[in-house]
């Protein structure tokens, strides 16, 4: 058996120092993402964000909900907002993986009550594990007594071809309480996304 060359403890420590150093300079590699820079790059006129926030922020102080949802909640913007405006808890739910790390980077800096999560609407975390009653699915997990879905609609009707009164159907059983953005059919981003397909929606 061939012997094994012994190393001093200066040694390890010096290989351990240079796996560390190694190691902290690694970087990962960042998905693209067309959704991190909405709160700076979106369709909005400056005045009309602005209305956007202010309706947004009188619709939470009415209800000054204990759980809000935030659907589409993109980096946090309105559901920090809501926070401000009389929130207790949100909860959000974004599609990008990058829009909803700098979501929680927001929500961890400043220690918010405010848990970004990555979802995909049309295909939901379900129930899981033994039984099927092990770990409840998005619709056992995430009542709410309030919710917004602000330009999230589209996403679902024209992006993946969900009839609008499923999508209605679907999202009044999450909440009692919410409120819905729809966008015009003139938004940019809604001409980009029927560029290409009959326009068959309402």
Same mark, same amino acid.
Request: with cysteine; charged share 30%.
């Given at each position: 058996?061939?012997?094994?060359?012994?190393?001093?403890?200066?040694?390890?420590?010096?290989?351990?120092?240079?796996?560390?150093?190694?190691?902290?300079?690694?970087?990962?590699?960042?998905?693209?993402?067309?959704?991190?820079?909405?709160?700076?790059?979106?369709?909005?006129?400056?005045?009309? @964000? =602005?209305?956007?926030?202010?309706?947004?922020?009188?619709?939470?102080? /009415?209800?000054?909900? *204990? &759980? %809000?949802?935030? #659907?589409?909640?993109?980096?946090?913007?309105?559901?920090?907002?809501?926070?401000?405006?009389?929130?207790?808890?949100?909860?959000? @739910? =974004?599609?990008?993986?990058?829009?909803?790390?700098?979501?929680?980077? /927001?929500?961890?800096? *400043? &220690? %918010?009550?405010? #848990?970004?999560?990555?979802?995909?609407?049309?295909?939901?975390?379900?129930?899981?594990?033994?039984?099927?009653?092990?770990?409840?699915?998005?619709?056992?997990?995430?009542?709410?007594?309030?919710?917004?879905?602000?330009?999230?609609?589209?996403? %679902?009707?024209?992006?993946?071809?969900?009839?609008?009164?499923?999508?209605?159907?679907?999202?009044?059983?999450?909440?009692?309480?919410?409120?819905?953005?729809?966008?015009?059919?003139?938004?940019?981003?809604?001409?980009?996304?029927?560029?290409?397909?009959?326009?068959?929606?309402?």
């Amino acid at each position: 058996m061939q012997n094994l060359k012994k190393y001093s403890r200066l040694s390890y420590f010096g290989i351990l120092n240079q796996l560390r150093g190694w190691i902290s300079k690694i970087e990962f590699k960042k998905d693209k993402s067309i959704w991190e820079n909405y709160s700076k790059e979106h369709t909005y006129r400056d005045n009309e @964000f =602005d209305k956007k926030k202010e309706i947004v922020g009188n619709f939470i102080n /009415k209800v000054k909900p *204990k &759980k %809000l949802i935030d #659907l589409g909640c993109n980096t946090g913007d309105f559901s920090i907002l809501s926070l401000d405006s009389g929130a207790e808890n949100v909860v959000g @739910f =974004d599609f990008d993986h990058n829009a909803i790390t700098e979501a929680y980077l /927001k929500s961890s800096k *400043k &220690k %918010l009550k405010f #848990l970004p999560l990555v979802f995909n609407a049309v295909n939901p975390s379900p129930n899981q594990g033994w039984m099927q009653i092990e770990r409840k699915g998005f619709m056992e997990r995430f009542k709410s007594d309030t919710l917004i879905a602000l330009a999230f609609e589209h996403h %679902l009707i024209i992006g993946k071809n969900i009839p609008m009164n499923q999508f209605f159907d679907w999202i009044s059983k999450i909440s009692k309480n919410g409120l819905l953005e729809f966008i015009p059919k003139r938004d940019p981003t809604i001409q980009k996304m029927l560029e290409y397909r009959d326009d068959i929606f309402d």
